[in-house]
């Protein structure tokens, strides 16, 4: 059983910037995937960013390649998004998750992953 908490949302202005994290606890730390999704009102979850413990690859999708980081703090269990560069069409819940290993092909499909936090909310906006 593993439990995500996300926290760290907020609102921002446009092109301003957000670190959300999230902490996990439980079993099955050795080998896994951390990723975060995003879901806006009316619209699917869609899969932003991936950390993989293994190598510590990192995936991002097309909208935020080089706006976002992910990154992780192993003694902490607790990985983070640091996003710059905020957009309105940024807005959205965000949501990480947690799977117990990851392809380079799939890390953006949300039946990749086991366990789920609950969410913080993100709003870009002046």
């Known amino acids: 059983q593993v439990q995500l908490v996300e926290s760290g949302g907020g609102l921002v202005q446009p092109g301003g910037s957000l670190r959300p994290s999230c902490a996990a606890s439980?079993?099955?730390?050795?080998?896994?995937?951390i990723g975060w999704f995003r879901q806006a009102p009316g619209k699917d979850r869609e899969g932003v960013s991936c950390?993989?413990?293994?190598?510590?690859?990192?995936y991002y999708a097309d909208s935020v390649k080089g706006r976002f980081t992910v990154s992780r703090d192993n003694a902490k269990d607790t990985v983070y998004l640091q996003m710059n560069s905020l957009k309105p069409e940024d807005t959205a819940v965000y949501y990480c998750?947690?799977?117990?290993?990851?392809?380079?092909?799939?890390?953006?499909?949300?039946?990749?992953?086991?366990?789920w936090g609950q969410g913080t909310q993100v709003t870009v906006s002046s």
């Open positions: 998750a947690y799977a117990p290993g990851i392809y380079d092909s799939t890390w953006f499909h949300i039946y990749e992953y086991d366990y």
């Open positions: 439980g079993s099955a730390f050795d080998y896994y995937a």
């Open positions: 950390i993989r413990s293994s190598d510590g690859s990192t």
